[in-house]
């Protein structure tokens, strides 16, 4: 019998989608810890402001446009169709569901890793289906060893989703900070302009 194929699960609000994302999904692919990477976009994060987010619609189409062509790296809108809130362990549990031939991994930052203890099932999430925490500035992940949880070390990019809004809101240039016609489809839609 083969091995089932891993799928990484990378989920986020993706405000937009940039080439932070795109570069651990591909380091995560190319060395080897899954086989496949798919973002998954998140309708709704409570932490954040939803008056900052864009609707679905234009985040879906940014991470379309950021996955089309691109080698092992795939769009889930599968939380869309989800009721809500929606949480992880629900993902994973209907991806399981559909893609029995699969295996999913989830994929945080070491941010989230800090909370992990307080999301729902976050036991059951290591037990059952791990996750792979990479670093994030300003949050070490400690020494101690714990059960379904692998550590990697990308190469770390500074960036987020806030920082590249905040510099298109004051019309500076993100052609190199987002993936290939991501910036296009964000100028062409004026998006994020104040």
Sequence with gaps: MAAKETIGLLGGSFNPVHIGHMMLASYLTQWGYVDQVWLSLSPRNPLKDPAALLPDTRRLAMLGIATKG???????DIELSMPQPSYTIATLDLL???????????????DNWRIFDRWKDSQRILDEYGVIVYPRPGYPVGEGHVDGMELVSPLTVNISSTQVR???????????????????YIVDNKLYRK
Aim: glycine share 8%; hydrophobic share 40%; aromatic share 12%.
């Design 96 to 110: 399981a569901l559909r893609y029995p031939d699969r295996r999913f991994k989830l994929i945080i930052g070491s």
């Design 70 to 76: 691109a080698e092992r790296i795939a769009t889930c």
């Design 166 to 184: 905040d510099a298109i809101a004051r019309g500076r240039d993100m052609t190199y900070f987002l993936p290939a016609g991501v910036y296009k």
